[in-house]
């Protein structure tokens, strides 16, 4: 059955290295990198589409142009004078990522701020993406627009998925990081959160604590990823521990849980078996994982 995928974040320049000390260019984010997997392993009759804000200069331009070339719709996404998308650089060390970021001027800030035309966005899909970046980048009140449209789409039936990927440094306070992520959770109908985010900020002693808290909020499924422990799935009707795939040699993690979430809610969706789609999105998450940079090309991964 045909269906339209619809992720919401900020896709930023992203510099990786590259041969000789060079630095190359390309475009990512983590609700951008999930809705490139996801494309990648959709049924044809699936639409894609990403919702932001870029600007009006050249830089903004190319990242359209990217966008489109990889299949992934840019019709929702609005044009602001005088801003400009984010940019950030990956340092690497051992196949461990940090970065360095440049984004008080991005144009994704305001990607909430058009009510009507993310309302329109939302309305047309039927599963939506969305992440606590997502969330961290815009104001309270913008906040406020988003989570209302979003929990307008959960009570519709549509799939929304919410995936935590706490980055503190994002946030004014701890305090209003957790209650803005709770808020987040309490729209979405599939949460996808970093065990190690969980433990770290919410003091989760275990996986089975973090469902119990994500279940507490009225969230119905649930999928905690482990890193190399894999992934564990609490989802109706469904509890199930899914392995992490062998990696020979870890070049770059960058985009690890992204492809996870773009590749199982392209397999959830098209077949409805969620063991098999953790499965094979562990799978593509290995083989991201082997390669530099947050997207890598079809012909290097499984399936």
Request: some cysteine; aromatic content about 8%.
């Amino acid at each position: 059955m045909a269906g339209k995928l619809l992720a919401i974040g900020e896709c930023m320049v992203e510099l990786m290295q590259a041969d000789g000390g060079l630095m190359r260019k390309s475009f990512a984010g983590d609700t951008f990198n999930t809705a490139y997997y996801a494309r990648q392993y959709l049924p044809a009759d699936w639409s894609v589409d990403y919702f932001t804000a870029v600007g009006r200069d050249m830089i903004s331009e190319e990242m359209l142009a990217f966008m489109a070339g990889h299949g992934v719709g840019t019709g929702h996404i609005a044009r602001i004078e005088g801003r400009s998308p984010g940019l950030y650089m990956i340092h690497l060390n051992d196949g461990e990522r940090s970065f360095s970021y440049w984004r008080s001027v991005s144009a994704a800030k305001l990607l909430a701020r058009d009510a009507e035309r993310l309302r329109a966005a939302i309305e047309a899909s039927d599963v939506i993406v969305f992440s606590g970046i997502t969330l961290a980048i815009l104001s309270p009140e913008d906040v406020d627009t988003l989570l209302a449209e979003l929990r307008r789409a959960r009570a519709s039936g549509k799939l929304v998925a919410f995936d935590p990927n706490i980055r503190p440094r994002l946030w004014e306070t701890p305090e209003r990081m957790r209650a803005t992520i709770i808020d987040g959770a309490r729209a979405a109908s599939l949460v996808m959160p970093s065990f190690d985010d969980e433990a770290t900020h919410f003091g989760d002693a275990s996986i089975e604590a973090t469902i119990a808290r994500y279940r507490a909020l009225g969230v119905p499924d649930i999928i905690v990823k482990d890193g190399a422990d894999g992934a564990t799935l609490a989802l109706a009707g469904t509890t199930a521990h899914v392995p992490s795939a062998k990696v020979e040699k870890i070049v770059d993690t960058t985009s690890a849980g992204d492809s996870f979430n773009g590749s199982f809610l392209a397999r959830y969706v098209a077949t409805g078996d969620a063991v098999a789609a953790a499965r094979f999105a562990a799978d593509v998450a290995a083989s991201v994982i082997q390669h530099h940079g947050a997207l890598v090309t079809r012909e290097k991964l499984p399936g």
